[in-house]
Antibody, heavy 119, light 107 residues
Framework: QLQLQESGSGLVKPSQTLSLTCAVS??????????WSWIRQPPGKGLEWIGN???????FYNPSLKSRVTISVDGSQNQFSLKVTSVTAADTAVYYC???????????WGQGTLVTVSS | EIVLTQSPATLSLSPGERATLSCRAS??????LAWYQQKPGQPPRLLIY???YRATGIPARFSGSGSGTDFTLTISSLEPEDFAVYYC?????????FGGGTKVEIK
């Protein structure tokens, strides 16, 4: 069974860079037919798609975040990563990684990791 | 960006009742719409994809319908475990978006 696990810093200072990694187990991140996404959820609010990446390395980003976000993939480590630069308190959220089966939906999710932006 | 508007924001119902949730898109999605259920402290769970196809392991009381800009998630008879927040999500174009959510609460 596919499992995804987020890891990274839980506390980031304003103006610094948020960095998270999603480790994938029980399946290969290089499998065709899938993309790998980051999604976030501010406390008590709804879901926001941040962006996704294919095993080829092609990445797509939410236009509202595009200037600050980079998603990368490491097939040898079976993981993908997120970087968000110049963070503010508005970036405080639970960050989820998820697998998107092309044509269907996000069928596997990590448990999520809370990132707080505070000095 | 395709905007999804969910209604109502909150639905207060009793176990055994029928729940009808709406999701309206700002432009046509064909059938590229999914529904998710989220309980407190948990990640969302995929319920419906392609507007009307149940995901693996989802009970038959959950059904989806609609196409174009208007979609509906129906729970035919609410079980205690169905009280949660429900989100729709579009994949009509590459910039994926979610609706704001509908909370189904116990009346």
């Amino acid at each position: 069974q596919l499992q995804l696990q987020e890891s990274g810093s839980g506390l980031v200072k304003p103006s610094q860079t948020l960095s998270l990694t999603c480790a994938v187990s029980g399946g290969s991140i290089s499998s065709g037919g899938y993309s790998w996404s980051w999604i976030r959820q501010p406390p008590g609010k709804g879901l926001e798609w941040i962006g996704n990446i294919y095993h080829s390395g092609s990445a797509f980003y939410n236009p509202s975040l595009k200037s600050r976000v980079t998603i990368s993939v490491d097939g040898s480590q079976n993981q993908f990563s997120l970087k968000v630069t110049s963070v503010t308190a508005a970036d405080t959220a639970v960050y989820y990684c998820a697998r998107d089966q092309v044509g269907t939906g996000f069928d596997s999710w990590g448990q999520g990791t809370l990132v707080t932006v505070s000095s | 960006e395709i905007v999804l508007t969910q209604s109502p924001a909150t639905l207060s119902l009793s176990p055994g009742e029928r729940a009808t949730l709406s999701c309206r898109a700002s432009q046509s999605l064909s059938s590229y719409l999914a529904w998710y259920q989220q309980k407190p402290g948990q990640p969302p769970r995929l319920l419906i994809y392609g507007a009307s196809y149940r995901a693996t392991g989802i009970p038959a009381r959950f059904s989806g319908s609609g196409s174009g800009t208007d979609f509906t998630l129906t729970i035919s008879s609410l079980e205690p475990e169905d009280f949660a927040v429900y989100y729709c999500q579009q994949r009509g174009n590459w910039a994926l978006t979610f609706g704001g959510g509908t909370k189904v609460e116990i009346k």
